[in-house]
């Protein structure tokens, strides 16, 4: 009973996907799923990709505004999460992105010269972000950000420029302040993990 009852939600909520994403010109891969309640707002243009097995909850928002906003395979959007996609937001695979977060791929130009603050171009430089990683609750990344592979970025945390693979970073602006053990095992088996490990998942709030 427990299991059909599984089986038939999730497939209400695929059915659901399809249908949005075809009414917005979104694209979904294989087992995506996006929650009733959450947006794919394409009103002012761009393309929205959400890889096999990603799912975005209620709540959340993908808002490419003429750039694109790409997540690879069975990553997670939770809710009230901000995507943006001016300058080109690329998410990689098995990513965790905890619920207030907001990933923004431009910035507004603010040159003193008499132009409204509204009506300057913007920068785009767009961000990228690797595989196997963890944002946690509250974090905002700015134009520019280029997080590595594997990293776990603290709750509240501000990013711009470069993190490296599998560091562990906190803070306003986010600084490095660790390293994920080479032992950990997130995308395998959790039991596996040292204590080590266990205590650097503390870092961050999913």
């Known amino acids: 009973m427990g299991l059909s009852w599984k089986k038939l939600r999730r497939g209400t909520r695929r059915l659901y996907t399809i249908a949005y994403a075809g009414l917005v010109g979104a694209r979904t891969g294989e087992n995506a799923i996006v929650m009733r309640g959450a947006v794919l707002n394409r009103e002012y243009g761009g393309s929205i990709d959400i890889g096999p097995g990603t799912v975005i909850h209620r709540g959340a928002m993908l808002l490419p505004l003429g750039g694109f906003i790409r997540l690879g395979l069975r990553c997670r959007v939770n809710p009230y999460s901000v995507l943006y996609g ?47 990683v963890w944002l946690g609750a509250g974090v905002r990344v700015l134009d520019g950000a280029v997080i590595g592979d ?22 306003v602006p986010a600084k490095l302040v660790g390293r994920r053990s080479p032992t950990t095992t997130y995308l395998k088996d959790r039991r596996n993990e040292t204590d080590g490990a266990k205590t650097q998942t503390a870092v961050a709030t999913s």
């Open 86 to 132: 001016h300058g080109g937001l690329t998410i990689g695979d098995h990513v965790r992105i905890a619920a207030h977060c907001v990933i923004v791929p431009a910035n507004h130009g603010i040159a003193l010269d008499g132009e409204l603050i509204a009506e300057q171009p913007m920068n785009k430089r767009g961000i990228r972000i690797g595989n196997d």
């Open 150 to 171: 594997g990293c776990v970025v603290g709750a509240g945390a501000v990013v711009r420029g470069d993190l490296e693979a599998y560091g562990i970073y906190a803070g």
